[in-house]
C-alpha cells in the first residue's frame, strides 16, 4: 500500500493539473471576451473537480506523512509546503465564492474593483499551487 501512495499522491495532482488547465481556458476565454459568460454548470464541474483533487492530495499527502511524521517535523520545508496547502484551501472557498461573476457578466462590462479580486485570487492559486509541488521537491534531503 505504502509504495502506492506516491504514485496516487503523484496521479492525482496530475488530474489536478489537467482540470486546472481546462478551467483556467475557460477563464482566459471569458477575459479575453471570446465568451460574454462562461457556462455555469461546466465552471461547477472544474470547481469540484479541484475540490475533489485537493481533497485527495491532502488524504494521500497524509499518508505518506504517517511513517515519516517525526522526520518531516522537523524540516521547515514541510511547513512551508503545508502553509501553501492551508493558502490553497482558503483560496479555493474565495474562488468558489468569486466564480459567480463570469457566469452572470461579461468581464469588460466589472469594473476595476469587482475585477481585482479575481486577479489576486488567480495569482495566489498559481503561486500557492506551484510552491506546493516545488516545496515537495525538497521534503527529504537526499543522502
Ligand atoms: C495540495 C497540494 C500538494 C501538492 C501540489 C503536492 C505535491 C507533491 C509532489 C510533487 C511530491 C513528489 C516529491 C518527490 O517526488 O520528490 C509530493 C510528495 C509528498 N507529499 Fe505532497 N503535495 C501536496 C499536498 C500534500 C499534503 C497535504 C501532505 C501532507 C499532509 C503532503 C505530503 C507529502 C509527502 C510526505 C511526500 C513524500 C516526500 C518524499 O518521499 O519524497 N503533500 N507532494
Redesign the pocket.
Known amino acids: 500500500m505504502s509504495t502506492l501512495l506516491?504514485p496516487l499522491?503523484?496521479f492525482t495532482?496530475g488530474f489536478l493539473a489537467i482540470t486546472i488547465v481546462l478551467a483556467d481556458h475557460a477563464a482566459f476565454s471569458w477575459i479575453r471576451g471570446k465568451v460574454a459568460i462562461l457556462d455555469e454548470a461546466k465552471v461547477r464541474k472544474y470547481h469540484r473537480n479541484t475540490w475533489i483533487g485537493?481533497i485527495g492530495?491532502?488524504v494521500t499527502?497524509?499518508f505518506?506523512?504517517i511513517p515519516?511524521r517525526e522526520y518531516?517535523l522537523t524540516r521547515p520545508q514541510f511547513y512551508i509546503?503545508?502553509a501553501?496547502?492551508v493558502t490553497?484551501i482558503a483560496n479555493a472557498f474565495v474562488i468558489g465564492h468569486l466564480q459567480k461573476r463570469a457566469t452572470t457578466q461579461s468581464f469588460k462590462d466589472l469594473s476595476f474593483k469587482e475585477k481585482l479580486p479575481l486577479f489576486i485570487s488567480g495569482a495566489v492559486s498559481t503561486v500557492a499551487?506551484l510552491g506546493?509541488?516545488t516545496t515537495?521537491?525538497f521534503?527529504?534531503e537526499e543522502f
Open positions: 506516491l499522491h503523484l495532482l485537493l492530495m491532502i499527502g497524509v505518506l506523512f515519516m518531516l509546503k503545508m501553501f496547502v490553497l499551487w506546493a509541488a515537495a521537491l521534503l527529504v
